[in-house]
């Protein structure tokens, strides 16, 4: 056009260059500034999020790679409303764990954050998607079932998956597998989810020394726990044969004294119904153990089934463990910094357990077919998101997590990694 336009004025009349010039300028500046003005006052386009963790990767070349780690990210603050998932109505969330019906004064504000991966981005759990193609019609069998087996918190993420389908899929009906503690199943998709609770994974009960004597007895072992590393709890010993989808957990259990007091109740570990002389440490333990379930599970497995194995999901005590009046009274996500300093290995601190076990679970878990939950980074952040004083308990709960909450988005990781697994294109 410009090219054009100097041919005409050639043959018609030159124009000054500088008056022309100035002309550009000027509007090149206003448009710069009509821009900018619409950006501001653009709430879709404006910064107003509040973000937490590392800062994003915004190469569109990194984005384009098709590798994300979505353990890395960055929690960012919604302020736009968006329709809740479910609320503290669901009948099946722990009175302790509703933070919402509990009246937590961030109760509602927890489902406003949402996590962002560096490299990608990790969608929201779509659960009529996931009924419609999990049904049994587009899986290939009669029906599905999918298992959560591990602790508390395990539960917690079970739970929070059940009241997400119950939100819009209400023919369900109360139906527990073998050595279930929970379980249901959505009738119209023929869809089981069901939760087994077992603490170390591994069968244990109390132990007391024999009059007769033995190896500990002569150790000078009065009483504790035993714990078999290489026989599974009975609570979920049918669950690798019975599930299409399994996710499992260990850990808070292993460094827990007020229940295996090291000196009045240690764990006595046993292989093949015989003690392990000399005794082993509870982390030797955790290993063994580890050792021998995923050996056990990976023999067990129906065919064509997915495991999966969550890593630890963090504690946020500070001023103490929960025994000695810590708390965790943050209603904010923590700074990289203040991570850092709760969960440092360094520090040996109150928290330490969560990098601990993970450890534990990467060594054990390094030449295994488990795919991994990595939910630990994105949840140490979150010092907010416990049920704290609202739980209804002497002390704070600083362990387990609102509902709604954190698990939710443990959930989202979930669907996506399964999504990938089941329907790769």
């Not at 790679?65 to 479910?86: K, L, T």
């Not at 929970?182 to 989810?193: A, D, E, P, S, V």
């Not at 599974?232 to 599930?243: K, L, N, S, V």
Request: net charge positive; glycine share 8%.
């Amino acid at each position: 056009m410009a090219a054009r336009d100097d041919h005409h004025h050639n043959h018609v009349k030159k124009i000054p260059l500088f008056p022309l010039l100035s002309l550009l300028c000027f509007a090149s500046i206003f448009l710069v500034l009509s821009l900018s003005r619409k950006t501001s006052s653009n709430p879709l386009l404006s910064h107003q999020s509040f973000q937490f963790g590392q800062n994003p990767v915004t190469d569109p070349r990194v984005a384009l790679s098709g590798s994300c780690d979505y353990s890395d990210g960055v929690w960012i603050y919604d302020h736009e409303p968006r329709p809740a998932r479910y609320d503290g109505s669901c009948k099946e969330i722990f009175k302790g764990w509703n933070c919402i019906s509990n009246n937590k004064s961030n109760g509602w504000e927890l489902t406003k954050w949402r996590w962002k991966p560096r490299r990608c981005d990790l969608p929201l759990f779509d659960p009529v998607y996931f009924l419609e193609k999990y049904s049994n019609t587009n899986i290939g069998t009669l029906s599905l079932h999918a298992g959560f087996v591990g602790d508390s918190l395990n539960r917690n993420m079970f739970v929070s998956l059940f009241c997400t389908l119950k939100r819009v899929s209400s023919e369900v009906k109360k139906w527990r597998p073998a050595g279930a503690d929970r379980g249901f199943t959505f009738l119209h998709h023929n869809l089981t989810i069901a939760y087994h609770r077992t603490n170390l994974l591994a069968s244990y009960g109390r132990w007391s020394a024999n009059a007769n004597g033995g190896m500990l007895e002569s150790l000078g072992f009065k009483e504790g726990f035993r714990v078999d590393v290489d026989v599974p709890e009975d609570t979920w010993a049918g669950a690798p044969a019975f599930h299409d989808i399994l996710i499992f957990n260990t850990g808070h259990w292993w460094w827990a004294p007020s229940k295996f007091d090291p000196v009045k109740s240690p764990m006595l570990f046993f292989k093949k119904g015989l003690p392990v002389i000399p005794p082993i440490p509870p982390d030797v333990g955790l290993d063994m153990v580890l050792k021998h379930m995923v050996l056990f599970i990976e023999k067990n497995l129906r065919p064509g089934a997915i495991k999966f194995f969550r890593t630890q999901s963090p504690r946020h005590f500070e001023g103490g463990d929960w025994n000695q009046g810590g708390t965790c009274q943050r209603l904010r996500p923590l700074s990289p910094e203040q991570v850092e300093g709760l969960f440092s290995l360094k520090n040996n601190g109150t928290n330490v357990e969560a990098r601990l076990v993970n450890h534990h679970l990467k060594k054990a878990l390094e030449q295994s077919g488990f795919h991994i939950l990595d939910i630990t980074h994105m949840s140490e952040v979150r010092a907010d998101a416990h049920p704290s004083t609202s739980g209804g308990k002497k002390h704070d709960d600083c362990m387990h997590w609102c509902l709604p909450g954190i698990t939710d988005t443990w959930n989202d990781l979930f669907m996506k990694h399964l999504n990938n697994i089941k329907f790769r294109d």
